[in-house]
């Protein structure tokens, strides 16, 4: 309860604090010819709608009439009475009932995909005085395709020519391409018996940072903010699977943030993965980041702001706002997951309201409903990118974890 006041305490003083900003004269001009009652009248309508819909956006209704009232609305903002009027009828129709969006139709999966191994390269002593000494790995360069996308990713695995192991796809967070500093800590899983790939996914740089010495080609495509990763995650798998030094026909998958929000939703679309663990994933529910972002509640600390085409997203017809994040949306396809799946988010207490916290929540209630296997733990005094800090104690714990469900689950070559 507490929440859904201050949400709608936010769609109103996130809308004041619009209105008073500096405006054309005209505007100026305009808002002064309607008496204070009707701004205001406006702006608490304006709230209740936005408010009216937080539970329709949980449930994945089509409220795309509402919806659509609600963003004409706002592009009133300088008629109130024409803004009053729209917000009413988006009212009335948030009034009637509506059914759920439908389900994201299953990609074809290509099994057969191929990698090609472009080189080797290995970390520079600069790279190892910051993140760590990699030995006894093997570092390749790979290029895949998928459609018509040409797109590279890297592989890690032991240094033995006959060896033959069980595959890991890596999802890295951020969409900015492999961070460097990660593969450290894939190399160490990979000592463990396991071979590894890395994709960058399209439209990213295949290295976060610099790797000097080492090539760093740009995936072709852009930023798709789940709807195609999930596909780069599929190909890396497969392809994957087809190496000479793989071992096995299905694959496990460790995603952060971003590569885990594409990870999941790769679950919804292939019984080829065999488990997953995934840290603190991105819009597991796209509904509730874009609720809040609609609400203005976003302040720049809840990571919202990482959906860099919002803007190109939002003009869209509602219909296909609505259907767009309902493909994105593992929450929603949960019951299509096969995979066993291990699940953290922080439990820093400045982080117990955010979107992904609520998203989670939501996520391990629609799994639990489908009777399907995982575990998930809120790590306490941990934020988002606590598996980034492998010294402390909360990564520390959560490895130790990592490692008995992938020996459960999905075992190394050593303990085969």
Request: proline letters at 5%; a positive charge.
């Given at each position: 309860?507490?929440?859904?006041?201050?949400?709608?305490?936010?769609?109103?003083?996130?809308?004041?604090a619009?209105?008073?900003?500096?405006?054309?004269?005209?505007?100026?001009?305009?808002?002064?010819?309607?008496?204070?009652?009707?701004?205001?009248?406006?702006?608490?309508?304006?709230?209740?709608?936005?408010?009216?819909?937080?539970?329709?956006?949980?449930?994945?209704?089509?409220?795309?009439?509402?919806?659509g009232?609600?963003?004409?609305?706002?592009?009133?903002?300088?008629?109130?009475?024409?803004?009053?009027?729209?917000?009413?009828?988006?009212?009335?129709?948030?009034?009637?009932?509506?059914?759920?969006?439908?389900?994201?139709?299953?990609?074809?999966?290509?099994?057969?995909?191929?990698?090609?191994?472009?080189?080797?390269?290995n970390?520079?002593?600069?790279?190892?005085?910051?993140?760590?000494?990699?030995?006894?790995?093997?570092?390749?360069?790979?290029?895949?395709?998928?459609?018509?996308?040409?797109?590279?990713?890297?592989?890690?695995?032991?240094?033995?020519?006959?060896?033959?192991?069980?595959?890991?796809?890596?999802?890295?967070?951020?969409?900015?391409?492999?961070?460097?500093?990660?593969?450290?800590?894939?190399?160490?899983?990979?000592?463990?018996?396991?071979?590894?790939?890395?994709p960058?996914?399209?439209?990213?740089?295949?290295?976060?940072?610099?790797i000097?010495g080492?090539?760093?080609?740009?995936?072709?495509?852009?930023?798709?903010?789940?709807?195609?990763?999930?596909?780069?995650v599929?190909?890396?798998?497969?392809?994957?699977?087809?190496?000479?030094?793989?071992?096995?026909?299905?694959?496990?998958?460790?995603?952060?943030?971003?590569?885990?929000?594409?990870?999941?939703?790769?679950?919804?679309?292939?019984?080829?993965?065999?488990?997953m663990?995934?840290?603190?994933?991105?819009?597991?529910?796209?509904?509730?980041?874009?609720?809040?972002?609609?609400?203005?509640?976003?302040?720049?600390?809840?990571?919202?702001?990482?959906?860099?085409?919002?803007?190109?997203?939002?003009?869209?017809?509602?219909?296909?706002?609505?259907?767009?994040?309902?493909?994105?949306?593992?929450?929603?396809?949960?019951?299509?997951?096969?995979?066993?799946?291990?699940?953290?988010?922080?439990?820093?207490?400045?982080?117990?309201?955010?979107?992904?916290?609520i998203?989670?929540?939501?996520?391990?209630?629609?799994?639990?409903?489908?009777?399907?296997?995982?575990?998930?733990?809120?790590?306490?005094?941990?934020?988002?990118?606590?598996?980034?800090?492998?010294?402390?104690?909360?990564?520390?714990?959560a490895?130790?974890?990592?490692?008995?469900?992938l020996?459960?689950?999905?075992?190394?070559?050593?303990?085969?």
């Amino acid at each position: 309860m507490k929440l859904r006041i201050s949400a709608l305490l936010l769609f109103i003083l996130c809308s004041t604090a619009q209105e008073t900003e500096p405006s054309k004269e005209s505007e100026s001009a305009n808002l002064k010819s309607y008496p204070a009652g009707k701004l205001y009248e406006a702006k608490l309508l304006q709230a209740k709608l936005g408010y009216a819909m937080e539970d329709s956006f949980t449930e994945a209704l089509d409220v795309s009439d509402a919806l659509g009232f609600y963003f004409k609305g706002l592009a009133n903002g300088t008629d109130p009475v024409k803004a009053i009027a729209l917000f009413k009828q988006g009212l009335s129709a948030m009034a009637k009932d509506s059914k759920q969006l439908r389900k994201r139709t299953l990609p074809k999966i290509n099994k057969k995909q191929k990698l090609k191994i472009l080189q080797k390269f290995n970390f520079s002593k600069h790279n190892e005085t910051l993140y760590g000494k990699i030995d006894g790995i093997i570092l390749e360069i790979y290029e895949y395709k998928v459609g018509k996308l040409k797109q590279y990713g890297i592989v890690i695995r032991p240094d033995n020519k006959a060896g033959q192991y069980p595959v890991i796809v890596y999802c890295h967070g951020a969409a900015s391409g492999v961070p460097i500093y990660t593969i450290p800590s894939m190399a160490k899983i990979a000592k463990d018996g396991y071979l590894i790939v890395a994709p960058s996914f399209r439209g990213e740089d295949l290295f976060m940072d610099e790797i000097i010495g080492v090539p760093n080609p740009k995936s072709e495509g852009s930023i798709e903010n789940l709807l195609g990763e999930p596909l780069d995650v599929l190909a890396s798998g497969y392809g994957a699977l087809n190496l000479p030094n793989a071992q096995g026909k299905k694959f496990a998958v460790i995603g952060h943030s971003f590569g885990s929000g594409a990870g999941l939703l790769a679950l919804t679309m292939s019984k080829d993965i065999i488990c997953m663990i995934s840290y603190d994933a991105w819009m597991t529910n796209p509904f509730r980041f874009y609720w809040e972002r609609l609400a203005g509640a976003y302040e720049g600390n809840d990571k919202i702001g990482l959906w860099g085409s919002w803007e190109a997203f939002c003009e869209q017809s509602s219909k296909e706002q609505l259907e767009g994040l309902m493909d994105r949306s593992v929450v929603h396809h949960a019951e299509r997951i096969t995979a066993p799946i291990l699940m953290y988010t922080g439990g820093d207490k400045y982080y117990c309201d955010s979107a992904y916290r609520i998203s989670h929540k939501l996520f391990a209630a629609k799994l639990k409903a489908a009777n399907k296997v995982f575990e998930y733990f809120v790590m306490p005094d941990a934020g988002h990118n606590f598996v980034l800090y492998p010294s402390r104690n909360p990564a520390q714990k959560a490895y130790s974890m990592q490692k008995d469900w992938l020996k459960k689950y999905h075992p190394s070559r050593k303990a085969r």
